[in-house]
T-cell receptor, first 113, second 115 residues
């Protein structure tokens, strides 16, 4: 079945450091891929998405590229801020069930000044 | 005002008690979902509803039931709560799209503790 694997956290960085959070997936067909972010005490909100191979999603300085050949959707940011501290979830949606999301386990990011 | 609201935000209860968690949305979306979040396990789907007359089980529906009272309201019930149902519960909504990349909109969550 479909699944998403994320790197375990926490990821601890100093402000302005480069961020990579790895995400790989297993899916039949061609899923859409998402990154959601959960700030402390809040629900999840969509950070970025990509719907087909080689698409790049971007938002708030974060980027992720849909890599079909490596079944990956790694999240990157060139210079993190303290305000980026949150839990990040990679997810996919099955085209046959377009609204059902399958989530990874989440990666906690802690950014220190 | 928030588009997706959940009540209560926090609840502590005892084993065997019946609990209802409520979700309301003002987004006008047909599709609603209930997830639970556990440390190290991410989010898992409990139930989902694609419209008022359509209710479906998710991957972990045992011990839970739902009611879709209206397009805007979707309630989750624990008929007889047990300690391993202690978790953070999220409601979400979405609307059908054409690109296969439908975004889900999440409520703030309900933290449930079963003693």
């Amino acid at each position: 079945g479909n699944s998403v694997t994320q790197m375990e956290g926490p990821v601890t960085l100093s402000e302005e450091a480069f961020l990579t959070i790895n995400c790989t997936y297993t899916a039949t067909g061609y899923p859409s891929l998402f990154w959601y972010v959960q700030y402390p005490g809040e629900g999840l909100q969509l950070l970025l998405k990509a719907t087909k191979a080689d698409d790049k999603g971007s938002n708030k300085g974060f980027e992720a590229t849909y890599r079909k050949e490596t079944t990956s959707f790694h999240l990157e940011k060139g210079s993190v801020q303290v305000s980026d501290s949150a839990v990040y979830f990679c997810a996919l949606s099955d085209r046959a069930n377009t609204d059902k999301l399958i989530f990874g386990t989440g990666t906690r990011l802690q950014v220190f000044p | 005002d928030a588009d997706v609201t959940q009540t209560p935000r926090n609840r502590i209860t005892k084993t065997g008690k019946r609990i209802m968690l409520e979700c309301s949305q003002t987004k006008g979306h047909d599709r609603m979902y209930w997830y639970r979040q556990d440390p190290g396990l991410g989010l898992r789907l409990i139930y989902y509803s694609f419209d008022v007359k359509d209710i479906n089980k998710g991957e972990i529906s045992d011990g839970y039931s739902v009611s879709r009272q209206a397009q805007a309201k979707f309630s989750l019930s624990l008929e007889s709560a047990i300690p391993n149902q202690t978790a953070l519960y999220f409601c979400a909504t979405s609307a059908p799209g054409t690109s296969g990349s439908d975004e889900q909109f999440f409520g703030p969550g309900t933290r449930l503790t079963v003693l």
